[in-house]
């Protein structure tokens, strides 16, 4: 499914070429994390599994795991950690790790999951040569290596399909106050640890993040054996097939409003998805890293080890190929999803057990979307609407961005050009069109605007490090951002989508989220900075740097968070009895619950035609089907034959759409 949303560029049109500004977005070796996770390599993992801790009890298995450090044939534990594997439904299994007692809680991920998933049951099988093996009621086991800690998950026909932590990269840096004394020396004395350079605080460009909590991260090596492909991991304008990153910048997951961002990449930009499929020959399955921090994810292939190589070369046999990938999230716990397939159908069925289907969208809003920056005016669009039927073009919906609003107030019209809202929708709604109008989660910052006044009398706004109102530069200029982790304000925001406080809309006006990863066009990787705070549910003794959560844990679902006030707003306007067609530009796992998503601003170009398909496909196995792009490109203008050519392409998607594509046809 696509959408047709011909955005035609004529304010940027100016520009000849386009061309990402790199320079405003981290490499991996500027994002602290990301470099230092690169550089671990132990020769043999540090984590142990202390088989007296072992507890097997309904479908769980829960463990202490050591990490130990080994010096002199002398053992050492250095830190304790709880690990915890659950039998799932539908051949799917869960491992959280998180660290045994934590100074403060670590962030879990709040809305990827649609409901809390189905359990199975879980047998301890057998015991011996320092393994443990459990299986599942369907027959599938997992072989638990203690020392060091491997994991293998075995499909139904017995054969190793997934194993964690085969390269040793696993790695959870627990979280200390900076007096902590967390190293030992060779006599097995505490000393204070010295402190890398960035712990608690980094820099880019003119940008300071303060880390509170120091380094948190974690990561983890997932290997595929018998794999052929990768996929999976959006947003990243690359082919559908992952490709291996050794060599260069692994995938990044960071919801990012990339300017004229660039093909063949894997830069961050705006959705972040973090569901990985192997396929091959054997079997297709699947891991979903559930982890909302910002990610970054290396691939690696390999064709079996050198030696087997030349083996292979003289005796003719298959080399014993397998995928690998290593996720590295900057905060959070250790928490991953392997769904054993074994078809392609089944692995993503199983992904969508976990984050929820994509729920049958309003019939109209699969034919032709018309859309540009920007209509300008109630003649405007009546032209247009007539326009499209004195040239007999079938048009569907009719979308005004943001110069509608009074200057960049949401929920709120342009009294000159917009005075007759009310009688514009009704005027194209009689003949059976709809109208979509954008909503950003920016708010003005203007004395007398409800919005600004209601969040700041009720402490709706995310917090920057000093308590304060978080202020931010986007469209309306100085804003804030509603902080929807609190309830209270995702709630008055879903309100306000309610007839009586959004005159002018009717059931058939639907809402457009842009901006939500969120932008800010002054702030770090024009974004909001990690060190904003975010709500947190008061808890008994959770004071202090407890009592908040930044934004570093959370930026990956800030946008589903937004949409899914949009979604309740909705819904909630017509007493839950209409489906809304929501459109977002940032995504992250479960999006698809609430919003369609299209792949943002594009080129007229005839690469960005081509890539549009393995864009969308992407987003499609991670769950987000209802996908599509700007057709004939956002910046730059297209000539007629790529004009028409992208048309056909939709066309062509819309296989099984028949009805609608009729329509675009
Ligand atoms: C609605 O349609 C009527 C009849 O064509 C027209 O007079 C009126 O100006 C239209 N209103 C708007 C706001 O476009």
């Given amino acids: 499914m696509k959408l047709i949303c011909g955005f035609l560029a004529v304010l940027l049109a100016v520009y000849s070429s386009v061309a990402v500004d790199k320079n405003n977005f981290k490499s991996c070796d500027q994002s602290g994390f990301c470099k230092r996770l690169r550089a671990f390599k132990p020769e043999r993992s540090p984590f142990v599994l202390n088989r007296d801790t072992v507890i097997v009890h309904g479908n769980v298995l829960s463990a202490e795991v050591n990490s130990v450090s080994v010096e002199n044939e002398k053992k050492t534990v250095l830190w304790k950690y709880a690990l915890r594997l659950s039998a799932l439904v539908d051949g799917t299994f869960r491992v959280e790790m998180d660290e045994a007692e934590p100074l403060y809680p670590r962030y ?104 509170p909590r120091g380094n948190e991260a974690v990561s983890l090596d997932v290997t595929f054996p018998q794999a052929d492909n990768l996929y999976g991991t959006p947003e990243h304008t690359d082919k559908f097939a992952l490709r291996s990153t050794v060599n260069s910048e692994p995938y990044r997951l960071f919801n990012l409003d990339v300017f004229e961002y660039e093909l063949d990449s894997t830069m961050a930009i705006y959705g972040a998805i973090p569901v990985m499929y192997a396929h091959g020959s054997k079997r297709t399955v699947g891991v979903f890293w559930h982890n909302s921090a910002e990610t970054w994810v290396e691939v690696d292939s390999r064709a079996g080890t050198v030696v087997s190589s030349l083996v292979n070369l003289v005796t003719g046999a298959d080399a014993p190929a397998a995928k690998d990938a290593r996720f590295m999230s900057e905060s959070g716990i250790i928490d991953i999803f392997v769904m054993l397939g074994p078809s392609p159908a089944e692995a993503t069925r199983q992904y969508t057990r976990l984050t929820g289907p994509t729920p049958l969208p309003p019939k109209f809003s699969l034919a032709y979307h018309q859309c540009r920056w920007n209509y300008v005016d109630e003649e405007d669009v009546r032209t247009l609407d007539e326009n499209f039927d004195k040239h007999d073009i ?238 004939g490109g956002f910046f730059q203008n297209p000539g007629d034959e790529l004009m028409t050519r992208w048309y056909q392409v939709m066309k062509e998607s819309c296989v099984g759409m028949k009805e609608s594509c009729e329509k675009v046809g």
């Fill in 108 to 211: 879990r991920t709040q809305l990827a999951l649609d409901r809390e998933p189905k359990t199975d049951s879980l047998k301890l099988l057998s015991e011996k040569d320092g393994k443990l093996t459990v299986a599942n009621s369907q027959g599938h086991q997992v072989i638990i290596t203690m020392d060091p800690l491997k994991i293998e998950f075995l499909d139904a026909r017995g054969d190793v399909a997934v194993v964690l932590n085969e390269k040793s990269l696993l790695q959870v840096e627990p979280l200390r106050t900076k007096e902590e004394k967390v190293d030992v020396d060779e006599n097995g004395e505490s000393v204070v640890a010295v402190d890398e350079e960035g712990t608690w605080g980094e820099n880019f460009k003119s940008h300071h993040d303060s880390k």
């Fill in 394 to 631: 079938p048009a569907d919906v009719i979308w005004l961005d943001i110069e509608y609003t009074d200057r960049k107030k949401y929920f709120t019209w342009d009294m000159e050009k917009f005075g007759h809202a009310g009688d514009m929708v009704a005027n194209l709604t009689a003949k059976g069109r709809k109208m979509v109008v954008i909503i950003d989660p920016h708010i003005k910052r203007e004395a007398g605007y409800f919005l600004h006044e209601h969040a700041t009398d009720n402490g709706l706004y995310v917090k920057n490090k000093d308590d304060k109102d978080y202020e931010g530069w986007c469209w309306p200029g100085s804003s804030s951002y509603l902080d929807f982790l609190n309830p209270a304000a995702s709630d008055y925001y879903s309100e306000r989508y309610h007839y009586d406080h959004f005159p002018g809309t009717s059931r058939d006006v639907h809402i457009w989220n842009d901006m939500n990863e969120p932008s800010v066009f002054n702030g770090p990787e024009i974004t909001m900075p990690k060190d904003c705070r975010h709500y947190k549910p008061p808890h008994d003794g959770h004071t202090g740097i407890a009592s908040f959560w930044e934004h570093r844990h959370i930026h990956n679902e800030y946008g589903l968070f937004h949409v899914r006030a949009t979604h309740a707003g909705l819904l909630s306007r017509d007493a839950g009895k209409y489906r809304p067609f929501i459109l977002t530009r940032s995504a992250f796992a479960g999006t698809q619950r609430y919003a369609a998503v299209w792949t943002g601003d594009n080129a007229a170009t005839w690469g960005f035609l081509a890539v549009s398909t393995p864009m969308c496909l992407s987003l499609s196995v991670a769950g987000v089907s209802f996908c599509g792009s700007d057709v």
